[in-house]
């Protein structure tokens, strides 16, 4: 009986209420570390249909299919739970709003395969909301990430919408800086987000990689020298999966074999220790215009 009340007993996800009082609490651990936060709602678009038809069993079935594709992009951190019959809602932590809709609209292309697949017709319409500093409690989420969900059915059902707030939020850009100095991550971090940038701080490369796998990341600043992984076998790593993002290391070493390995690798710049701000900002401006 305690089970059945924690977890919705189709699908394994929470129930409503568990998922709310999860929900509440993984967002002001968000709020306290200065973490994203980010609301997916999705609503099966002819469930109701498909129920009438083919019975709830089958359409359960077709739930479970497509949660069960989300449940690959969620982490142990993430909460998961079934708001009602054909809604669910996703909370996903320490993520960003691109890299959602992104996970969103994969899903969907997938539900969407699967109906052609079995002749049925299969979608969802989704709502994103995020934390913003005017936005930053539960039911106020859920009601901007609602409002989104609204227009994504009057679109025409089969879409993803991010609430306003949350596009002016997370238009942004994403920086990542990567050093295994404390002092410099805390001042790079300080001086980077009161220019209105979203940044990401790692202490080594697989940290690194972790988030750039996670985020969708600008642009990379990182030391040359760094624990577990060098920044040779950092940019290398980084080109393998991405050739676009622009790179700049910053390093002590002034030795021109240095500077041209790391640039013949695929760093995009190289700027050496100790370095002005000022110039640190016109590079990055650069390679992001």
Known sequence: MLKNTVYDISTGLYTRRQGEILATSLLAKAKEEEKDGILLLIDFDYMSEINKKLGVSFGNRIINKVVSEFKKYTTKVD????????EFAFIFYDRDVKWVKNVAEEVLNFAI???EEIGHK????SG?????????DYKDMLLKARGALAIAKMEGRA??????????????I??????????????????YKNKGYNVYTASDGLEALEILKSSDIDLVVT???????????LIKNIREKNSKIPIIVLSSQKNEDYIKRTLDLGADDYVVKPFSPV???SRIKKLLD
């Open 79 to 86: 909460i998961a739970y079934r708001m009602s019959g054909d």
């Open 113 to 115: 395969k699967y109906g």
């Open 122 to 125: 299969i979608s969802f319409s």
């Open 128 to 136: 994103i909301s995020s934390i913003t500093k005017e936005k930053e």
């Open 159 to 172: 879409k993803v919408v991010v609430d306003v707030d949350s596009v002016k939020q997370n238009n942004a």
């Open 174 to 191: 994403n920086l990542l800086f990567v050093d295994d100095d404390r002092i410099i991550l805390s001042i790079l971090k300080s001086r």
């Open 223 to 233: 030391d040359y020298y760094l624990k577990l992984m060098n920044g040779d076998e």
């Open 279 to 281: 110039e640190l900002d």
